[in-house]
């Protein structure tokens, strides 16, 4: 393949699917920690065990394959990957080889299209863990209780051309996994090899092994750019060390053909049929490009607010239930701007908060109807996502409401003139920002709730 950016980069990405038991036993995912409580002979491989086929888990693989717009198999194969390494006690795993469950599809990342190859099923390998850290530790311990969890593996075509563009590909496939539920981000692994070359050493490919979270892909792989510009590079594997922020070396670079593909004997061909496609189609949700095209056609909104909106389902269908009670430019700087503010300040999701939509689009209301200021209105907003309340209990309470009286308002401006000889000597003096100083002793008597230009004008009235 002839390449033309400076840097080529390829994303192998396996992620795990959200079903209560593992791929071809009925041990569960999720449940006792205790290292090795969740196993049985098939998870471990024993002789005269017998895999048999999570039908939940093909169904979630099926609707990750269409929504990626892959072309979808007629049979489903599963193959055996034979290698001998601690994490899988069989010695090979099962996983998906000639035929594929989905080939050929997109997804899009800044205008531009990113190549799907494939889609497969396999299965988890054992946890791997190294008590001193990857590098230190002269043992290693092993925990198959992850061992046979169902796992998606997405792979793309060597499409992306920067770390960046890598993060926002996993920003997205994240997305789709989460409008289609069958990922969930708090209980679920996903894990990415990322292969990177670069111009100037001759696109000799390197691998970068399980690298987790979208800041640690940007960081493994600028670190790697860097390493393969100042060293020698061969075709091999490396691990990221999150810790130590550095990529070590693993493994000379394996290829296919090592793997010794086998059919496996103890799976059956399953029979992909046309309905068992299309019932699967109807229950696909419309995922967040069609829908942020949607929001800009229905709402008139900018295609770049759109598109932030509409890449959580959580803040999609926030603004979806605002945008029938405000207008939607109301809906976009409160649900896009301001709830993002308060989230990214506690450093926390939508998901984690359990914002109670009612209270939050009642606020709303009250804004656009100018009973609250916008700047009370962001101090209940950062309360709000503490805990839920009576929004309008709570302003009633506090004496909060908007002061819309226009005589009240002169009075109270009135007497922070008086309280304030210097700094109206200082603006009738040209100083323009002596009048802030007034404005400032209005809103503390009236706890924020004027608007603060329509304090100005009056300030600038009587003086």
């Not at 009670?325 to 450093?347: F, G, I, M, S």
């Not at 009250?366 to 302003?395: G, H, M, Q, S, W």
């Not at 109270?412 to 700094?423: D, P, T």
């Amino acid at each position: 393949m002839k390449f033309e950016s400076d840097v080529v980069i390829g994303m192998e990405v396996h992620v795990q699917l959200n079903t209560k038991t593992k791929l071809f036993c009925s041990c569960p995912t999720q449940g006792s920690e205790e290292p090795n409580s969740r196993c049985c002979p098939v998870c471990l491989g024993m002789p005269g065990s017998k895999p048999v086929l999570n039908k939940q888990a093909l169904n979630y693989a099926i609707k990750l394959a269409l929504s990626l717009g892959c072309e979808i198999s007629p049979e489903l194969i599963f193959s055996r990957k034979s290698y001998f390494y601690p994490d899988l006690a069989k010695n090979y795993q099962i996983s998906q080889y000639e035929i594929p469950l989905g080939i050929k599809g997109k997804i899009s990342i800044e205008g531009k299209d990113i190549g799907i190859t494939r889609v497969h099923m396999e299965e988890d390998p054992a946890a791997l863990v190294h008590p001193e850290g990857m590098a230190k530790s002269n043992y290693v311990l092993i925990d198959y209780n992850r061992s046979g969890n169902p796992l998606c593996e997405v792979v793309t075509e060597p499409d992306l051309t920067s770390p960046g563009q890598a993060r926002e590909f996993m920003k997205n496939l994240i997305s789709v996994l989460n409008y289609l539920k069958i990922f969930d981000i708090d209980t679920c692994i996903i894990k990415a090899d990322a292969n990177i070359s670069i111009k100037e050493k001759d696109y000799t490919r390197v691998e970068i092994k399980n690298i987790t979270g979208f800041k640690e892909i940007e960081r493994a792989l600028n670190y790697e750019i860097e390493r393969q510009k100042r060293e020698d590079v061969v075709l091999e594997t490396r691990a990221w060390d999150a810790e130590a922020g550095i990529t070590i070396s693993m493994r000379k670079k394996e290829t296919e053909e090592e793997y010794g593909y086998i059919i496996d004997p103890d799976l059956t061909v399953t029979t992909i049929t046309d309905e068992m496609v299309e019932k699967i189609k109807v229950d696909m949700p419309e995922l967040a490009r069609e829908k942020a095209l949607r929001f800009v056609e229905s709402h008139k909104i900018r295609k770049e607010d759109a598109f932030v909106i509409a890449q959580q389902r959580e803040l999609a269908n926030l603004f979806e239930i605002a945008v029938k009670k405000v207008p939607a430019k109301l809906a976009v700087a409160w649900v896009r701007h301001e709830l993002n503010r308060v989230l990214n300040y506690n450093k926390k999701s939508l998901e984690q908060v359990k914002l109670d939509e009612k209270e939050f689009i009642k606020l709303l209301e009250l804004i656009d109807k100018k009973e609250v200021t916008e700047n009370v209105a962001k101090k209940i907003l950062e309360k709000l996502i503490e805990k839920t309340f009576d929004v309008e209990k709570y302003i009633d309470e506090n004496k909060l409401r908007a002061v819309s009286n226009s005589d009240e308002l002169e009075e109270i401006c009135k007497k922070a003139i008086e309280n304030s000889e210097k700094a109206v000597q200082d603006y009738k003096s040209g100083n323009e920002k002596a009048l802030q100083f007034i404005v400032g002793q209005v809103m503390r008597e009236t706890r924020g709730a004027a608007s603060p230009q329509v304090v100005i004008e009056i300030i600038k009235k009587i003086i």
